[in-house]
């Protein structure tokens, strides 16, 4: 039987839940380990109950959730550097002018 991936999270607790969940409503699923990182285990239904686990996860607010802990990227961290190092050298840049015209004899 061919399954397809319905959900996936790093969260243990809304793993267990949806085992439950699924298991109550006589849904066949299946949850895979964790992935070559260790973090993400996927929540899998068959072909015929995915319609139903899909109106179960909107019932019980799981597809706003998983948007929770979807992965942020962090662009910003290096933006911030780029300002920081900018910022570095026009402080350089006027110190040097200072110095050249406190020199002038």
């Keep these: 039987m061919k399954y397809f991936t319905i959900y996936s999270t790093k969260d243990e607790n809304e793993v267990a839940v949806l085992k439950r969940v699924y298991?109550?409503?006589?849904?066949?699923?299946?949850?895979?380990?964790?992935?070559?990182?260790?973090e993400v285990k996927r929540v899998q239904v068959t072909e015929d109950d995915k319609g139903k686990a899909r109106e179960l996860l909107d019932q019980t607010g799981f597809l706003t959730a998983s948007q929770a802990h979807a992965p942020v990227r962090r662009r910003m961290a290096g933006r911030r550097w780029i300002f920081i190092f900018l910022a570095a050298f026009i402080i350089i840049i006027v110190a040097v002018a200072i110095l050249m015209f406190m020199n002038v004899e």
């Design 23 to 38: 298991s109550e409503e006589g849904i066949d699923y299946r949850v895979t380990e964790a992935d070559e990182k260790g």
